[in-house]
């Protein structure tokens, strides 16, 4: 079985991404309960409310990992919680922090935010930290000493890059 989780800061083409590569493989895609979850509660929320939608989207790859046993494309993983969490609280629930611990993924695309226009969203918060952002994920990425790939440029190119390397773990598998 195969996981891929794309992550990282918000606005980056983490969605669009995370659809393109489940149509072309034809996979599971888990989408990000987060954006469910804020479109309910008119984007509120408390640092609480993270650990209920972290257990939904853990819940909700669990699924998606059953149904299809070969390759799971996860838009969004634990990871942006605890970046969240750390960010806007300065602290992490020990339930996310076990969460990451006993996290796996065979690969996680990390979207540089450089060249990427901000799109506003109601459900988005930070336009302004995009670079504060993505140092935080990528420090997550190098010290959990999980295997990522930072994708840039512009779309075809990321879809480019993600493909090469899906295709190499799928060959590998």
């Known amino acids: 079985m195969i996981k891929v989780v794309v992550t990282g800061v918000e606005s980056t083409g983490k969605t669009v991404l995370a659809q393109s590569i489940g149509g072309y493989y034809k ?13 309910v509660t008119k984007g509120q929320y408390t640092q609480s409310d993270l650990v209920t939608i972290l257990n939904r989207q853990m819940a909700n790859e669990a699924v998606a990992i059953k149904t299809d046993p070969n390759l799971v494309v996860c838009d969004t993983g634990p990871y942006v919680i605890k970046v969240w969490s750390t960010f806007k609280y300065n602290t992490v629930d020990p339930k996310i922090l076990q969460t990451i611990q006993n996290y796996e993924a065979d690969l996680f695309i990390l979207p540089d935010y450089k060249g990427i226009p901000y799109e506003e969203d109601p459900l988005r918060e930070n336009p302004n930290d995009r670079e504060i952002l993505f140092e935080m994920y990528l420090k997550e990425m190098v010290n959990q000493d999980v295997p990522f790939l930072i994708v840039s440029g512009d779309f075809e190119n990321r879809l480019w890059q993600v493909k090469r390397a899906v295709d190499w773990l799928v060959d590998r598998s």
């Not at 996979?27 to 479109?39: G, K």
Request: glycine share 0%; hydrophobic share 30%.
């Open 27 to 39: 996979c599971q895609m888990v989408e990000e309960y987060a954006r469910t979850y804020l479109q």
